[in-house]
């Protein structure tokens, strides 16, 4: 199936570090969404974004809605141990009626030493 | 966000069997869905679960492979037929929210992990 572009697909950093990774697609979407996934644990939600242009903070972790709905980044600062994981975003658009279709980046794997 | 629970959490299973694996959520809602992950890969749509009506597949899915059951507004089941190795996955279930699902939002379940001998 169709699946959005994800960069970097891995990241070994330093704690304290700053992070970033991005999303794109060919296609517009109507909302992007950041996850988080652990080993052996179903992706939780970090942030939701609704509008073009939308920039919006979650504690340490900000991500924006690209202006021309094809992309969207996120950042995350200052770095810790338990940031590690895979993030993925995910774009939504419309699916039979009020229903949003969910398609998934490849992924980012983020490592950060102690 | 709501509570989502599948069972079983993980198997081993040997080709040509079947598994059932179920989903349940804490409030009712309108739009279930089922993913497959497979192993270092991403997230993959198979289906809409729809209740009081057959699921919706994707593109490459088949309800002779994967039967879903929707029989109320809290629970659904996915049924991996006839199993073979490829069928090795993590197998997610999520809800929308808001409950009409119109945001796009999404939250998952724990994931069950399939192995197939």
């Known amino acids: 199936g169709q699946q959005l572009n994800q960069s970097p697909q891995s990241m070994f950093i330093q704690e304290g570090e700053d992070v970033s990774m991005n999303c794109t697609s060919s296609?517009?979407?109507?909302?992007w969404l950041w996850y988080k996934q652990d080993p052996g644990e179903g992706p939780v939600l970090l942030i939701a974004l609704y509008k073009a242009g939308e920039l919006t903070s979650n504690g340490r972790l900000t991500a924006q809605f690209g202006i021309t709905r094809k992309d969207s980044f996120l950042n995350i600062s200052a770095s810790i141990p338990s940031d590690v994981g895979i993030y993925f975003c995910?774009?939504?658009?419309?699916?039979?009626?009020?229903?949003?279709?969910?398609?998934f980046g490849t992924g980012t794997l983020l490592a950060v030493q102690p | 966000s709501a509570v989502i629970s599948q069972k079983p959490s993980r198997d081993i299973c040997q080709r040509g069997t079947s598994l059932t694996i179920q989903c349940q959520v804490d409030s009712q809602v309108t739009m279930m869905f089922w993913y497959r992950q497979q192993p270092g890969q991403s997230l993959t749509l198979i289906a809409t679960a729809n209740q009081g009506s057959e699921a919706t597949y994707e593109s490459g899915f088949v309800i002779d492979k994967f039967p879903i059951s929707r029989p109320n507004l809290t629970f659904s089941t996915l049924t991996v037929s006839n199993m073979s190795p490829e069928d090795s996955s993590i197998y997610l279930c999520?809800?929308?929210?808001?409950?009409?699902?119109?945001?796009?939002?999404?939250?998952f379940g724990p994931g069950t992990r399939l192995t197939v001998t």
């Open positions: 995910a774009g939504a658009r419309p699916y039979g009626g009020a229903t949003n279709k969910l398609i």
């Open positions: 296609s517009i979407f109507n909302t």
């Open positions: 999520s809800v929308a929210r808001p409950a009409g699902g119109g945001n796009g939002e999404q939250y």
